[in-house]
């Protein structure tokens, strides 16, 4: 479960990973919708079967450890947690706005895709000001399945080590 957190030489060449950071952008671009507009039932429809899902510091991830903030391992484990958030909220209400860098395609193999992508998730609280609510580093593996990208897994690297407590929230 080692993620590379140094530079690394991408796998494919430059023009190929041209052609594939379109489909990556739109699948955030709709990923992100979906959370940004709190439609979090909808979230699970972005992942395989088998999908795996981890938010951890770098810290953890440097030193490869597997213990994560939060962990979901399969489908019905991201669906389980997401109708968790979506019925059981028990903090301020908030809006909440990702923005996304531009993806790093590091390697293709198939079906498969490898990427990175930073990110910043801003939080405004219905009576307070916007903040930063985490940033960090999606590495992905998605996968093709008819024409569409899906997320096979998903390691939500963050940088700091004080974090907000309302982190409930999927990445």
């Not at 580093?137 to 990208?149: A, C, G, I, K, N």
């Amino acid at each position: 479960m080692r993620i590379q957190l140094a530079y690394t030489t991408p796998a494919v060449s430059p023009a190929r990973a041209t052609q594939l950071r379109p489909e990556i952008e739109s699948f955030h671009v709709e990923y992100c919708a979906v959370l940004d507009a709190n439609d979090i039932e909808r979230w699970p429809d972005f992942f395989s079967a088998d999908a795996t899902y981890r938010i951890t510091s770098r810290e953890n991830a440097s030193l490869d450890m597997p213990v994560g903030l939060v962990y979901c391992e399969g489908r019905d484990m991201i669906v389980d947690r997401a109708l968790a958030v979506a019925h059981s909220q028990m903090f301020a209400p908030r809006h909440m706005l990702h923005v996304l860098g531009i993806p790093r395609v590091l390697e293709e193999d198939g079906a498969t895709i490898r990427a990175q992508t930073p990110f910043i998730l801003m939080q405004t609280l219905i009576e307070g000001p916007s903040t930063i609510h985490l940033c960090g580093v999606y590495h992905d593996v998605f996968v093709r399945q008819e024409d569409r990208l899906l997320i096979a897994r998903r390691e939500v690297v963050y940088d700091t080590q004080i974090l907000d407590t309302a982190l409930a929230y999927p990445v």
